[in-house]
């Protein structure tokens, strides 16, 4: 019996590398799908679902493994498709034994063309299996974010888009009204939705939701990739406008001019994108007056403030205190009675997108019809202004405690960590630092306080036994060491006696008088004062015994070579002459 011969088989070797390169399946899982649908095949055809089979593929051959069981040839639990007589066996292997596992090579050949079908399809639907989830593993972390891909298919209906690996689906609802697209144009979306299901998992594409342009105007300023800038909120009518609130991290930085670029090239990139879609950028607001008034912007809001049961009769008081504990009461916008169209925009756009962004439920009034339900709006404003400040203090009471919050738990992990690591060597390191800190700090406050250095037995009755041994040793080395005084007498040339004999020490006074020159004043006047100290005479100078010998050493040759040694010199004439003098 043989295996199949792979190496020559090249229907095998392309189905295998189409897998790999047009379909983008691993070949090892491939190969250990058809391992396991060999075997399933295998134990159908024999019908013994609980046979043992093994499966050997390599680059050469295929080869199929029948393992049974060696018994005993009076067994009375034999079973042909799990075991072998030990009398048959002998005759396969020898020195086999009762209990040994015994593998017989199976002829492929002979499994029949039903039961290769019922192969080719379990491969069949494990690669289909395999592919549904890689791609569904692949793009379900990418949802909302910005891809590319080539138009493939146009139908009425929607746009299939060859993104990477996969197929997405552009549905009519999720295309900007009026853009034709074309096949083979290259094309920009976001992923809004992966499904996963019996046919296979799905991609589904967005050109008209509002995080489209958020992504575009991410990928256009460089501001919002390094997070000095934020969007904080966005509403869109595809097709139609865009509204966009940003708020700016450094207060050096202008959000709104850095999302409109220089000459409005960045805002003009994004519109091109979105086929001339009008786009308004706005400052973030906490204030949520304040963000509204921003949001129906060309309109000019003359008033913000809360609804009531004059203004919307179906509003009782029990649903404004479910909206007041959401803080998401509905707002009344004042504008003059000729901004009211304004307001509201071409088929109501402009005040569909502020209740977007601002998530609020808001009903613009004119000024005359604010007057005609006879309600106080300066009074309304002062209300509505200070519930906004308490739930603004009521948001930063509430970080404050989260943020207490999350140290506290973070302590008490860095505390557990601690004490599970903890050896006991910690907390000694620790009490001994703060020890030689308190030595230290007792030392240097001594010194502060007296001028002269205490006796060395009171100092070391607030030193540790270490360091006044310490202390001591360097005491006694100073000891040992010879003690040299320090000349406080000006030194004066040496003189020899020789030269005092001579008279030779006998030198004229000159006075000298030098020119100071610039800075020499300081220099002058402290020497003066040093003229002035008082010395002590009885001091004498103390030389070492080096200096004594080098001093010796240079009277013997000052002798040597002295004039006195002449002998080409009569003094005997000198004295005659002193002697006539006297």
Sequence with gaps: MSGINLKNNKNFIEGMRLFEDERKIDPEFIIETLKEAIIKTYQKHIDAPAAKVRV????????????????????DTFDETLDILYSEAIKLKKNVQVGDTLEIEVDFKEIGRSSINVAKQMLKQRTKEYEKQRVYDEYKDKEFDLISGIIKTVEEKFVLVDIKNTIGILLKSEQ????????GNSIKCIIKEVSKNSKGSQVVLSRADGMFVKRLFEKEVPEIQQGLIEIKAIAREAGERTKMAVYSRNEDIDAIGACIGPRGQRVQAVIGEVKGEKVDVFEWNDDIGELVKNALAPAEVRACFYSNEKINPELTAEEIEKYEKRNSRPLVVVVD???????????????????????????IKTVSEIEALDIDMSEEIMNFKADQLRIKKEKETKEFLALQ??????????DEEMASNDTGMIEEVFDEMEEIQDEVTIVEEEVAKEENFESLDSVTEKVSEPVVEEVKEEVKEEEKAPKVVKNLVPKTDYVSKFENIAGSNKKEEKVVRKKHKKGEDDRRLRAEDLQHKDYDEDVKPFYSEEELEEIRLQEEELEEGSWINDDDIDFDEYDEYYDEEN
């Design 56 to 75: 050997e593929i390599s680059p050469k051959d295929l080869r199929v493994f029948h393992e049974l069981e060696v018994v005993d040839d009076e067994s």
């Design 176 to 183: 900007i009204p009026g853009e034709v697209y074309r096949e």
């Design 337 to 363: 009675d000729d901004k009211l169209s304004i307001a509201i925009g071409k088929k109501g756009k402009n005040a569909k997108l502020a209740v977007k962004l601002t998530n609020r439920k808001i009903d």
């Design 405 to 414: 919050e999350e140290a506290a738990k973070r302590k008490a992990e860095f």
